[in-house]
């Protein structure tokens, strides 16, 4: 088992704030991007070298009285199904109530190692109150913390690091693909969304109606783990229906910043239309691995030529990009929707290879010898050698005499050369001419 940690508890005692507190160093580290506040119910931590991912159930929890008993036995069961540890939060100032002793009950079952923090002692005074709560019965120490000050949350981490068998890998995400859905609005993102939630577990999951920015969920599907960045559960309010286009392309520009590969939805009685373009073309410039999903296609009428017209159509207002999946599928009928995760897992798997420098000199040198560059101002190009550098996307240096005179088209040539050769399927390549 992982170094896993969930925190539940009843709404209000401060689970929130103590994950935020223990996630707060490291996703700093993490959250490189200026701009981007992240949302979460997973994130990183780290005490005294052990690295360990917390989960904040707490996101689960929006609703009313009557959905309360529903809600502690779905984050009990998150927190089993995920956790090596969970720390149950309680608040010192309520003192114990009756949803503490049902919470407390069911996490007796689970027969995971407890650590019952109590909450909000603030002052010396108040962390006397903690000891009503080993009332619980719960085995173990009942540690007063103050989630808002930090005060005793370094006693409760030392005893719970403690339980961790290794010292856990300082970023999780590094190596799994995050994913977005984007597209215009009612092409079918969301029912895109709901039909993965249905059929899938995934850690974190939300609730419909929540008002985050993106909200990332992580997945385990044919063995594969990626992350979802989702945007359409994003239910701005906007007065006119310029603001709601404005805020839904606000979200797809930060949701593509935030991927790696993305999803660009369309709808197939309307076709690729100018915004998809300006998505796509943007995704391209920012090095992203893409896939197109032609959504509804149950509305098409179709004979054996539809797709093949469909996909020229599509290529024809994309041009020059032209390196690009395209599935055709309804999310209605449930068609192709997991073909379209697994090409993009495959998408991110061809934007993160390397080639080793052999294999593309032995295959590119002799493509340059059979149709070498034009001879510009009476000088001769040479091509000598070439090497994939280190990017966010494939790049590759092609060393050669004079850099600067390497046509367009040339550059055109190499790529697709490249691509005849190597599977780049769905991933921009960059080719850098250095003088050598
Ligand atoms: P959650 O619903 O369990 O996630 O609780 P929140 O983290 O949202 O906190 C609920 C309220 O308790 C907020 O108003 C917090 O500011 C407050 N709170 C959280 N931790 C502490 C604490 O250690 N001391 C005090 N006095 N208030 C706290
Ligand atoms: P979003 O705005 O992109 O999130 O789009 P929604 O998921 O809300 O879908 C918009 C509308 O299209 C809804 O009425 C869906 O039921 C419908 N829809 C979604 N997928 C399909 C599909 O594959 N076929 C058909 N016929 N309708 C669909």
Known sequence: MSNIVAIVGRPNVGKSTFFNRLIEKRQAIMDNMPGVTRDRHYGYAEWCGKFFTVIDTGG??????DKFESEIRKQVKLAIDEAAAVIFMVDCRDGLTGFDKDFANLLRASKKPIFVAANKADTPDKTILASEFYALGL???????????GSGTGELLDEL?????TEGVEDPDAGTPRIAILGRPNVGKSSLLNALLGTERSIVTDEAGTTRDAIHSRYKMY???????DTAGVRKKGKVKDDIEFYSVLRSLRALEECDVCIVVIDAERGMEAQDVNIISLAQRQGKGMVIMVNKWDLIEKDSKTSEKFRKEILEKLAPIDYLPI???SVLNKQRIFQVIEKAVQVFGNKTKKIPTSQINDAILPEIARYPPAATKGKLIQIKYITQVTARFPSFAFFCNLPQYIQESYQRFLENKIRENFDFEGVPVRLIFKKK
């Open 60 to 65: 689960y929890v929006t609703g009313s009285e």
């Open 139 to 149: 085995d173990g120490e009942v540690f007063p913390v103050s989630a808002e000050n």
């Open 161 to 165: 690091v403690k339980i961790f068998p």
């Open 223 to 229: 063995g594969q783990d990626f992350i979802l960045i």
């Open 327 to 329: 599935i055709f599928a």
